[in-house]
Nanobody, 120 residues
Framework: QVQLVESGGGLVQPGGSLRLSCAASGSRFTINAMGWYRQAPGKQRELVAVLTSGGTTTYADSVKGRFTISRDNAKNTVYLQMNSLRPEDTAVYYC??????????????WGKGTPVTVSS
């Protein structure tokens, strides 16, 4: 099993910045990709950014140029730097990992989410 714990969410004014963190823990796991998703009230969960083990990044069009995903392999932690935040960025942000753990096949693991509110 792989456990993911998000942190760094909160209330920020439009134009401000936040950095989200997601720490992965477990036993004998290999992460092939990690990403951030978000779900706003009344809307479906959507992909925000993905980072593969090879370093390839993918961003939603709505966050390109404003958000940056990165990873510290030594700490098993992925980050999402969010700049120039807008009210429409308000959502619960979820960390996701595509990983192999023990003898289990590759599967998705999810954190419980951290809320981000952008409001003046």
């Amino acid at each position: 099993q792989v456990q993911l714990v998000e942190s760094g969410g909160g209330l920020v004014q439009p134009g401000g910045s936040l950095r989200l963190s997601c720490a992965a823990s477990g036993s004998r796991f290999t992460i092939n990709a990690m990403g951030w998703y978000r779900q706003a009230p009344g809307k479906q969960r959507e992909l925000v950014a993905v980072l593969t083990s090879g370093g390839t990044t993918t961003y939603a069009d709505s966050v390109k140029g404003r958000f940056t995903i990165s990873r510290d392999n030594a700490k098993n932690t992925v980050y999402l730097q969010m700049n120039s935040l807008r009210p429409e960025d308000t959502a619960v942000y979820y960390c996701n990992a595509l990983a192999v753990s023990g003898f289990r096949p590759q599967m998705d693991y999810w954190g419980k989410g951290t809320p981000v509110t952008v409001s003046s």
